[in-house]
């Protein structure tokens, strides 16, 4: 069974800063690509960073570009998101996902809350 669960979040002070970790199970961990999504209340899930398989190539949103860090650990099977600078406008659900292009698999974790508030 496969399992993506996140970790890290809470509540902050603007300018603050975070490390979600998403760790994962039941799955060949170095051959996904894993990214980060968010869900603010009443908005639609959004990208927020990706990762490719050997953590080689990354890509973000202009939102959190130069705020925000992904990262991995391929021996731990897991990946880290690093917020740094957090705004109000950061507050969200966050989601760790994995994709395996070649099998045609996604998976999604259950979310952490990041509340960015003075």
């Known amino acids: 069974q496969v399992q993506l669960v996140e970790s890290g979040g809470g509540l902050v002070q603007p300018g603050g800063s975070l490390r979600l970790s998403c760790a994962a199970s039941g799955l060949t961990f170095s051959s996904y690509a894993m990214s980060w999504y968010r869900q603010a209340p009443g908005k639609e899930r959004e990208f927020v960073a990706r990762i490719t398989s050997t953590g080689a190539n990354t890509n973000y949103a202009d939102s959190v570009k130069g705020r925000f860090t992904i990262s991995r650990d391929n021996a731990k099977n897991t990946v880290y998101l690093q917020m740094n600078s957090l705004k109000p406008e950061d507050t969200a659900v966050y989601f760790c996902?994995?994709?395996?292009?070649?099998?045609?698999?996604?998976?999604w974790g259950q979310g952490t809350q990041v509340t960015v508030s003075s």
């Open positions: 996902r994995g994709d395996n292009y070649y099998l045609r698999r996604t998976y």
